[in-house]
């Protein structure tokens, strides 16, 4: 079975400043990866996704992450922050082919931008 | 404009009582899912349904019951055997299961206390 892990629950960060939220996962096949950003009492909404192919992804809002399969990991960097950006984000993973319902969640990060 | 509506947006509940939560989509996705959202622990996936007429348990269905009759619909009732209800809960689709990689798009979600 598969897993994600959050590395960081809480990140504070000033605007203007980079950020990475860190995701590793767990799987011993194939995978597809996502993030998500939620905004308080509010649903889910992708901000991106690795399918295949290239290991950069960009995403919506000036998002980026990195697929690195040697380290199991799928980190979201943003150069620039901005308040807006306060939200809690969710890595997820689903396994290539696997059943249909089989996407897991990590814990999530909350991101804090202050000014 | 195409979505997904849960309704109520707040409910509460008494000891002893069954409720129902609403989710509709029309975004003609055959697959539909019921998410619990608690702080501090992710996403848990409750029941998700593939098609009409069919529907299979997530990783915490005790206590929950679903039913598709209908391709836009997909209601949970949260029953009295669910000891811990009050949770943050989310309805969600995508045009296939996860397994294919395909995206899942959330509802706003609607949020259940135990008064």
């Known amino acids: 079975a598969q897993s994600v892990t959050q590395l960081d629950s809480q990140v504070p960060v000033f605007e203007e400043a980079p950020v990475e939220l860190r995701c590793n996962y767990s799987s011993s096949v194939s995978v597809y990866l996502f993030w998500y950003v939620q905004y308080p009492n509010q649903g889910l909404q992708l901000l991106l996704k690795y399918l295949s192919g290239s290991t950069l992804v960009k995403g919506i809002n000036g998002f980026e992450a990195e697929f690195n399969k040697s380290q199991t990991s799928f980190h979201l960097r943003k150069p620039s922050v901005h308040i807006s950006d306060t939200a809690e984000y969710f890595c997820?993973?689903?396994?290539?082919?696997?059943?249909?319902?089989?996407?897991?969640f990590g814990k999530g990060t909350k991101l804090s931008v202050k000014p | 404009d195409g979505g997904i509506t849960q309704s109520p947006k707040y409910l509460f509940r008494k000891e002893g009582q069954n409720v129902t939560l609403s989710c509709e989509q029309n975004l003609n996705h055959d697959a539909m899912y019921w998410y619990r959202q608690d702080p501090g622990q992710g996403l848990r996936l409750i029941y998700y349904?593939?098609?009409?007429?069919?529907?299979q348990k997530g990783d915490i269905a005790e206590g929950y019951s679903v039913s598709r009759e209908k391709k836009e619909s997909f209601p949970l009732t949260v029953t009295s055997a669910q000891k811990n209800p009050t949770a943050f809960y989310l309805c969600?689709?995508?045009?296939?299961?996860?397994?294919?990689?395909?995206?899942?798009?959330f509802g706003e979600g609607s949020w259940l206390t135990v008064v």
């Open positions: 969600a689709s995508s045009t296939r299961g996860t397994g294919t990689g395909n995206t899942i798009y």
């Open positions: 349904s593939q098609i009409v007429n069919d529907f």
């Open positions: 997820a993973v689903s396994n290539y082919g696997g059943s249909q319902g089989n996407l897991i």
